[in-house]
């Protein structure tokens, strides 16, 4: 009886296209990998304006749905409260969108910038360095979150104030898809969707598996091997699969709680220890700037360069629309658990609580580890660039760490960080995927297709770990993620439609029974 809540035609419809993209790598790595990059050429060099452009607008949306009438719309009855307390609520959002790569690029995305800055300036310069400290705030900022909250809206609205219990993209898309929903289309948007997530599931493990292997090879001496970051993954998907299997409340929400409270603990102690001044300065002053050029950035696509004495720098490709694609893949999943965790508050709410909180979220991270990483740079204190470029990101984020005084305790609490980042991306990651392959979904998705996802989310980009293309991996991503650039715009459309189709409905009934 249970299994005829699951949609199998989804189900192996997402994970036999998954397998048709990985083996052909798995058979022929060099050329699949040139295939893979020529394409995520076409999409970022080619198509990046489209991506620019949709950023910008999504939060110019947003806003506007959360200052409207719109926002008083309640998920769920009048009298029904919030599911979960603020704080959880908080964490579980900031937590679930973000991952371990807040940790790994906020230590040092800003020496990046610093090497290969935007606007022509010199690498290493006065102006490079003012860039670096603020591209960090824009790319993980307000438009990433408004692009997490797009699909949270017409979920939300579905499941909560329309009392429906399928819990898909394609039912988000309703309104616009209209009959085709049901058909093939409509599969079509929840197996592209999964897919960008299980692709993009790579990119965690990227992030994930070097930081933790250094940290622990700093700490007890372990080798720093492949074997080592094998170990380290299988034990992540103990843990992420335990928590995905125990559901939301005893979970997911338990994780995400003791995540941010070492977040917490770990920023107060480096802007306690570190450069306080510096790091206070220098945030105020990045976000100030980001403020004043905000549009700049948003639309920045170096139109002018590869004509006549212009060259072409590569930063709004390699950055900005790589950063975008980023956001747009994960944005159904982001947006779908959003939803699901959102029951009792408003539209208001929901908009900007995402936006507010995810920004403040990452302005502490960059704020406090990306400047107090500059800071050990610029006064010569430890060679942040010089060891990135020789040893690898992860030996120069460990190498920030031994700096601090307590270092031990420091670097402690970051593998953990680390490895609870991962385990609450996925779990709600294999959550969310969970429910769309479910026909309906009856309080929580079944407890072992839960798990099912967990393993798989985790055990595909590990075989990528072992033939070493998680690069290929994260753009494959990118460019499986392309179509869902037209699906979020129509994501927001269904809410206004549908908001606006169930608000003419009642008004003719009210017509009807004064009539």
Known sequence: MRNQLMDWKTFWGALSLLICVSLPLIIFPERGKEVVLAANDIVTQKLGFLFLSIGLIMLLFLLFVGVSRYGDIKLGDKETKPEFKTWSWAAMLFTSGIGTGILYWGVIEWAYYYEGPPFGHEPGSKEAIQWASTYGFFHW?????????????????????????????SEACRPVLGK?????????????????????????LAL????????????????????T??????????????????GLQKGIRLLSDINLWLAFVLLIFIFA???????????GTALGRMMDNFFTMSLWAEPFNDLGPFERSGFPEGWTVF???WWIVYAPFVGLFIARISKGRTIRQIVFGTILFGSLGTILFFGILGNYSMHLELTGQFPVVETMNQQGDAAAIIGTLTQLPFSTFAIIVFVLLAVIFLSTTYDSGSYVIASVVQKRVEEEPLRWNRLFWALTLSVLPMIFMYL????????ISIVGGFPLLLILPMLGWSF?????????????????NVS
């Not at 220890?273 to 206070?280: A, C, L, Q, S």
């Open 468 to 475: 070493g293309g998680l690069t290929t991996l994260q753009t």
């Open 273 to 283: 220890v570190g450069p306080t001044t510096f790091i206070m300065e220098s945030t």
């Open 208 to 227: 994930s598996a070097p930081i933790i292997s250094a940290g622990l090879n700093h700490l007890v001496g372990m080798p720093d091997t492949i074997v």
């Open 496 to 512: 206004i439609k549908l908001v606006n189709q169930d608000r003419e409905a009642e008004e003719a009934k009210e017509d009807r």
């Open 141 to 169: 900022g307000p438009i990433a979150w408004a692009m997490f909250a797009i699909p949270a809206l017409p979920i939300g609205y579905m499941f909560f104030v329309k009392k429906t219990d399928v819990f898909k993209i």
């Open 323 to 325: 950063y975008w694609a």
């Open 229 to 246: 970051k094998s170990i380290i993954l299988l034990f992540c998907t103990m843990i992420f699969g335990f928590s995905a299997y125990s």
């Open 180 to 204: 085709y929903t049901d058909g093939p289309i409509g599969r079509i948007v929840d197996v592209l969707f999964m897919f960008g997530l299980l692709g993009g599931g790579g990119t965690g």
